[in-house]
């Protein structure tokens, strides 16, 4: 564990890179699936990682399970390269974020599906699930631009739009809290879906729920006693329902959307708050690579050091490898980055 831990620490996005080179057209391209289908049972379809990892934990060896979206893309960022919709009604279910406008492909499928397909189950993840307004965390969670910077950014409203509907903050699932509840959702569709495995999706539910609650008291004792409640996140801050759980708050030169780039001021003043803070750890995103976490560690006058975060929402075929799966990502990835970031090694 302390090498796969050493090798996140350290970053490098090669395997991100090498996994990413051939993104498949086709589904399941995200992970192996498990069950169902090969053992003559059914089979549904999840628009991204996150929600395929939850899925087949709660189908076992019941249900067959494909990711739609290929090894190493984001569920935001990737679109088909042709119409998916005839493999996913072939399914028995759909299992999608239902946040309009987060992956506009899939909610044309589920128009679809609605229109002609009644067959098919639609499972819409975030049904349920307590959303936060982007801009609404006072304690804890995204620490939002000022009026300068949100100028210099330009975009945040359309990139809000680009994320879901409203200015709703999608990206739930890095709390192992709201988490449990997609779970108990999906849960509750694949039985509507199948009755006649009724007993083992509850039983399989049951028993992933209790590991995001072991997740979640990992989470709440290991960032405990640390020395500062602010960690800086260089790049796309997908990460605030995480920081309103555990009660930190984040700030990011870049802002909520991966399409802007930081603004010299923006970096200068956060080169200011981490001597200012004692901040040592910069965090970044996997997907997105380091080049800023460096820039602002190369501007300051502190000794200082980068850590990866995992957005818990791709999977790479290294991490595949390694068994970072959803909890696998949050345990091994997240935690000890966070522990780090505030200053809560144990």
């Known amino acids: 564990m302390d090498g796969t831990r050493r090798r996140f620490l350290e970053g490098g996005v090669g395997a991100l890179a090498a996994a990413s080179a051939g993104c498949l057209d086709s589904l399941g391209g995200g992970a192996p699936s498990v069950g169902g289908d090969e053992n003559g049972g059914g089979a549904a379809t999840a628009s991204f990682f996150t929600l395929a990892d939850f899925s087949r934990n709660v189908a076992g060896e019941a249900l067959s399970v494909e990711n739609a979206v290929p090894m190493g893309q984001h569920g935001h960022g990737w679109e088909p390269q042709s119409d998916i919709t005839v493999e996913i009604v072939d399914r028995e279910a759909f299992v999608h974020l239902g946040i ?6 899939a909610d044309e499928v589920v128009r679809e599906i609605e229109q002609n397909h009644d067959d098919v189950t639609l499972i819409p993840a975030a049904e349920g699930v307590d959303l936060t307004e982007y801009g609404q965390r006072d304690e804890g969670g995204h620490d939002s631009h000022d009026s300068e910077s949100e100028e210099e950014h ?15 903050d999608p990206h739930f699932w890095v709390d192992p809290v709201r988490s449990q509840q997609a779970v108990e959702t999906i849960r509750d569709g694949l039985v509507g879906a ?33 020395e500062h409640d602010t960690v800086v996140v260089a790049g796309h801050d997908s990460y605030g329902y995480l920081a309103e759980r555990y009660g930190f708050d984040i700030h990011t030169p870049q802002g909520v959307s991966p399409d802007t780039e930081a603004s010299p001021t923006e970096i200068a003043q956060t080169v200011d708050l981490v001597e200012r803070e004692g901040i040592e750890v910069i965090l970044y995103d996997h997907f997105e690579g380091d080049t800023l976490a460096r820039t602002i560690v190369e501007e300051a006058d502190t000794a200082m050091d980068v850590a990866a975060l995992s957005p818990a929402e791709s999977i790479t075929r290294e991490w595949t490898e390694e068994g970072l799966d959803y909890v696998g990502q949050m345990e091994e990835i997240n935690l000890p980055s966070l522990r780090a970031a505030l200053g809560a090694e144990t």
């Open 154 to 168: 330009g975009h945040a409203e359309e990139h809000d739009h680009d994320h879901g509907e409203g200015n709703y």
């Open 194 to 226: 199948d009755g006649e495995n009724a007993d083992t999706y509850e039983e399989n539910a049951a028993a992933y729920l209790t590991q995001l609650d072991d997740l979640h008291g990992r989470f709440e004792e290991e960032l405990t006693g640390r």
């Open 100 to 105: 309009e406008g987060f992956q506009r492909w």
